[in-house]
């Protein structure tokens, strides 16, 4: 079993910037990709950026140019460098691990507010 700790999140100021870790434990055998996914309040939860097994990135449309994921192997960490932060990027961000067989496995979530 893997279990993710996120990171990094906090209040900053429209156009700044802040950067989330997202710390894997346990087997990552059975990992296809990890992902960053946000829930802002009353919306659904979206995925924001994904990284798979073999390094290929996704992002969603909204975050596209903006945001950028990463991984260090050695530190068995995940990042997500958030950069010219909009309001509407206020979120709880959540890191998940994507399993084949074995379903997804989900961070506690860090929450990121930006002020206008």
């Known amino acids: 079993q893997v279990q993710l700790v996120e990171s990094g999140g906090g209040l900053v100021q429209a156009g700044g910037s802040l950067r989330l870790s997202c710390a894997a434990s346990?087997?990552?055998?059975?990992?296809?990709?990890v992902g960053w996914y946000r829930q802002a309040a009353g919306k659904q939860r979206e995925l924001v950026a994904q990284?798979?097994?073999?390094?290929?990135?996704n992002y969603a449309d909204s975050v596209k140019g903006r945001f950028t994921i990463s991984r260090d192997n050695a530190k068995n960490t995940v990042y997500l460098q958030m950069n010219s932060l909009k309001p509407e990027d206020t979120a709880v961000y959540y890191c998940?691990?994507?399993?084949?067989?074995?379903?997804?496995?989900w961070g506690q979530g860090t929450q990121v507010t930006v002020s206008s």
């Open positions: 998940a691990a994507e399993r084949i067989l074995l379903g997804t496995a």
């Open positions: 990284i798979t097994r073999g390094g290929s990135t």
């Open positions: 346990g087997s990552r055998l059975s990992i296809n990709s």
